[in-house]
């Protein structure tokens, strides 16, 4: 499944540049976290390579980040990182001292042209969530294809079961009432799209 997300390209360029670039080699570590668990980035800055994390402000979640994307690029900047981190499901992370991503940017500068792409997308994807440019079964559709595309689940027809993020965690990414999450989640149903049980969400593949 083709990632749903705008902001999918410029951060798997962003990838390359850190550790996929022979030229120019980044110390990093591979870890492995549990679903459910926080992810700590005050230190570090993340590239996720398998699995989802969702980003929340609060009570409020922010981002849902999947394969290629980034955790802690507030970092960079040396802001004050006032959201958190967790794993949705289980998550493979290239993990990088943030103090190697500093040197790198400032000796190899192209990277922050990508980085500012990266943060414009983000943001750009953001306004588009909350705006009424798409209507609530469109984004409710993207917000699973995007979850499905870390699920660690696929039966054998090919369909994504999404566990752990539920009609209230969708209510409020989008913005929504759980109300209106749970008659878009009834209409999809009607049309084929997906199948709902109290512990997960099968969205079919068509």
């Known amino acids: 499944m083709q990632e749903s997300t705008r902001n999918s390209y410029e951060e798997y360029q962003f990838k390359q540049y850190f550790i996929d670039d022979p030229t120019y080699n980044i110390p990093y570590e591979i870890e492995h976290v549990d679903a459910t668990s926080w992810i700590e980035d005050t230190n570090y800055i993340y590239i996720i390579l398998s699995g989802i994390a969702v980003e929340k402000q609060g009570e409020k979640i922010i981002h849902i980040l999947g ?19 967790m794993a949705l499901t289980s998550v493979t ?18 990277g922050m042209e990508i980085l500012i792409n990266v943060l414009n997308n983000r943001i750009l994807e953001l306004g588009e969530r909350y705006s009424n440019s798409q209507n609530n079964e469109e984004n409710v559709l993207l917000a699973l294809r995007k ?20 009609e209230k965690m969708m209510a409020n990414y989008l913005n929504l009432s759980i109300r209106q999450v749970h008659s878009v989640y009834n209409n999809l149903a009607r049309n084929g799209y997906i199948s709902c049980s109290s512990e997960e969400i099968i969205l079919y593949s068509i």
Do not use: C, P
């Open 147 to 166: 979850l499905a595309s870390g699920a660690t689940e696929k039966n054998e027809d090919g369909n994504y079961h999404i566990r752990g993020f539920s």
């Open 93 to 110: 992370l290239v993990k990088m001292a943030t103090e190697d991503i500093l040197r790198k940017l400032k000796e190899r500068t192209y």
């Open 67 to 85: 394969a290629n994307e980034f955790i802690g690029i507030g970092n960079i900047f040396r802001k004050s990182n006032n959201s958190s981190i």
